[in-house]
Each structure stands twice: as structure tokens, then as C-alpha cells.
């Protein structure tokens, strides 16, 4: 797959920028806490040319203005657009591979396409440049983990409880930006289930709790454990593991492992941290 991805690069990097046919109406942005990659739209990307082939989007990192020969980081695949039709506001996350470099490097967001001649960059964002060093961003904050001593948890969850989780950081500890940071809300309904609410998307989910031991800090406590899980229409399957640390009544430090896509946002999996309070 890597040298598949370097291929890709050397290919791509150094084609000429076709942005006739897709206008981005807004704002195209990036983030990465390493090792993730979030692309977020605020307005649309429109296709005012006929049907596209296959659309991804990329994110190069380049010691020198792109286009120029350099580093895949991320992608995530969008789809076809048919003529006339737009993408509207999104935020899709994907795997990152930062460069093993020092110094100012240049970060450059492109749509790409599927043609006959291959793929071709359709469009081009600049987002200006980043410090490096040693493969990492030369300002990449760590997030401590809460100190403060566990509690036992609650036995169960009840309905009408209400879960709120609040990201943090990677499951390396590497600080989400404030703006880049997840909150989760979930309402336990009957039957076993959850309304899951993220960025004003709503699914209902099957869930189940238990309370067992965990390690935090060293030291072994009873914690609680919420499995989400969902199966729905296209092959899509999600899971999503939330160890909850209490470290008060109704409030405490929570880590999350995510399998699979609830709202086709991420196309792998990942591990954060973060806080919780439980309404």
C-alpha cells in the first residue's frame, strides 16, 4: 500500500491543475493530529462541468509551493458528482502519514478525479506552511490525562440519562485544536438504545454497559464500559467502545475506540480521549 501511495504521489504531484469544471463555493480546510486527518467543508464544492469520474480528496505536503514532487499525507474518497449537483458542508477523517522532515513545509488540499488519462488534479487549495521536526509538527501539543483520583462508576445506565463526551486528544495524546474537537451527546432511550448526536447528525444505536477493572494511571479501579454498535443499509457497520474513568459522581475522563463509519465520515479506525459528563 505504501508504495502504491508513493506511486499515486509522483503521479499526481506533478500534474498541471485542471479546475474548470468544480467551483468551491466556501472554505476548504485541514487539520492533522497526527495520526489523523480531517477534511472539513463549509459551503460546497459544485460541479459545473459534465458527470465526474471517481473524486478524492488529498492533502500533499511539498518543501517547496505545490505542484512539485512530495508526500501524500491523507485522502478520503468522495464519490462521483453529477453535472450540476454540489457536495454541501462535511467533515471526513482518514489515516495521516506525515513526512519525516525539519524545517517549513507546504500543505496543499486538491480534488482529484479519475479520468482516462489517469487521475488529475481538478482543484487546488493552498493552506500555507507548517514547522516540522523530526516527522512531527514543531507545535503539537500533548494533552495530560486528568489526575485526579477514580470513583466507582454508576451500576447502569438509565433512560433519559444523558451522556456528553467531549474530545480531547488522539489515542497517542497528541491535543485536538479547539476547533477540530468532537462532542458526542447520547440519550439513552428504551430498549437497549442510544440517540447518538454528532455535528447535528442523529442515529439511533444498540448499546450495552458493564462495569469491570481498568488500568488508569497505573493503578487498577472499576470503570464503566459502553459498547455502541450499529448495522445498517449499504454494509454499513460501526462499533464504538467508551471506557468511562469516573473521577466524580457524573463526570470523568473517557477513551474511545471507534471501528467502522456511523455517518461515512472515516474510512478507518482510531482511538481518542476526552471528557465526560453523564446529565
Known amino acids: 500500500m505504501k508504495t502504491l501511495l508513493g506511486v499515486l504521489a509522483m503521479m499526481v504531484c506533478v500534474a498541471k491543475v485542471e479546475a474548470a469544471n468544480l467551483r468551491l463555493a466556501g472554505e476548504l480546510t485541514w487539520n492533522v493530529t497526527d495520526p489523523q486527518c480531517s477534511f472539513r467543508l463549509k459551503g460546497s464544492l459544485q460541479n459545473l462541468g459534465p458527470d465526474t469520474g471517481s473524486l478524492r480528496l ?8 505545490y505542484p512539485a514532487a512530495g508526500t501524500l499525507v491523507a485522502e478520503f474518497p468522495l464519490g462521483q458528482l453529477d453535472s450540476g449537483f454540489q457536495f454541501d458542508s462535511f467533515t471526513f477523517k482518514s489515516k495521516a502519514t506525515l ?13 482529484m478525479e479519475f479520468t482516462t488519462a489517469g487521475w488529475r488534479n481538478q482543484l487546488m487549495v493552498p493552506t500555507g506552511t507548517r514547522t516540522m521536526f523530526q516527522g512531527e509538527f514543531a507545535d503539537q501539543e500533548k494533552w495530560p490525562l486528568p489526575k485526579k483520583a477514580l470513583v466507582a462508576p454508576v451500576d447502569k445506565l438509565a433512560v433519559g440519562d444523558l451522556l456528553v463526551l467531549t474530545e480531547k486528544a488522539m489515542g497517542n495524546l497528541n491535543q485536538f485544536p479547539l476547533g477540530w474537537r468532537e462532542r458526542i451527546k447520547l440519550d439513552v432511550l ?5 440517540r447518538f448526536e454528532n455535528r447535528n447528525k442523529v442515529r439511533t444505536v444498540d448499546y450495552n454497559y458493564r462495569v469491570l477493572k481498568r488500568k ?19 454494509n454499513v457497520k460501526f462499533t464504538k ?15 474511545s475506540v471507534v471501528k467502522g463509519s456511523l455517518f461515512g465520515e472515516s474510512n478507518y479506525p482510531w482511538t481518542a480521549w476526552g471528557t465526560f459528563v453523564l446529565k
Do not use: C, H
Not at 488529498?58 to 509551493?65: D, E, G, K, N, S
Open 99 to 111: 513526512p519525516e522532515q525539519n524545517g517549513e513545509i507546504y500543505y496543499t488540499i486538491t480534488v
Open 190 to 194: 428504551k430498549n437497549k438504545d442510544i
Open 58 to 65: 488529498a492533502l500533499w505536503a511539498t518543501q517547496v509551493p
Open 241 to 255: 467502545k467508551v471506557t468511562l474513568f469516573f473521577q466524580g459522581p457524573n463526570r470523568g475522563t473517557y477513551m
Open 216 to 234: 488508569y494511571l497505573g493503578k487498577r479501579a472499576d470503570v464503566g464500559l459502553l459498547e455502541m454498535t450499529y448495522s445498517g443499509p449499504g
